[in-house]
């Protein structure tokens, strides 16, 4: 069975950091693509930040510079270091794991960025 779990999320001010987790189960981490989208209330769901299996980024262009993705294939774990954050990166953050036709995600998690 296929777990995407991620952790991190929370209440942040204007200008913090925070770091997403997602921890994956039961399936071959280590070629699969790792992506984090985010939904805010009432917009779909976009991409923030992906990650291939041979380690290049790519990232949106509202959070290039702030954000970056990395993996630890030893622990099966994609992360995502937010910083400098800003109110419009309010939203549910959702992992993805990707590999041809195969397509999971998390349950997602909340960061909210307020005053």
């Known amino acids: 069975q296929v777990q995407l779990v991620e952790s991190g999320g929370g209440l942040v001010q204007p200008g913090g950091s925070l770091r997403l987790s997602c921890a994956a189960s039961?399936?071959?981490?280590?070629?699969?693509?790792m992506g984090w989208y985010r939904q805010a209330p009432g917009k779909q769901r976009d991409l923030v930040a992906a990650?291939?299996?041979?380690?290049?980024?790519n990232y949106a262009d509202s959070v290039k510079g702030r954000f970056t993705i990395s993996r630890d294939n030893a622990k099966n774990t994609v992360y995502l270091q937010m910083n400098s954050l800003k109110p419009e990166d309010t939203a549910v953050y959702y992992c993805?794991?990707?590999?041809?036709?195969?397509?999971?995600w998390g349950k997602g998690a909340l960061v909210t960025v307020s005053s």
């Open positions: 039961g399936i071959t981490f280590s070629i699969y693509a």
């Open positions: 990650i291939t299996s041979a380690g290049s980024t």
């Open positions: 993805n794991a990707k590999q041809y036709i195969l397509n999971y």
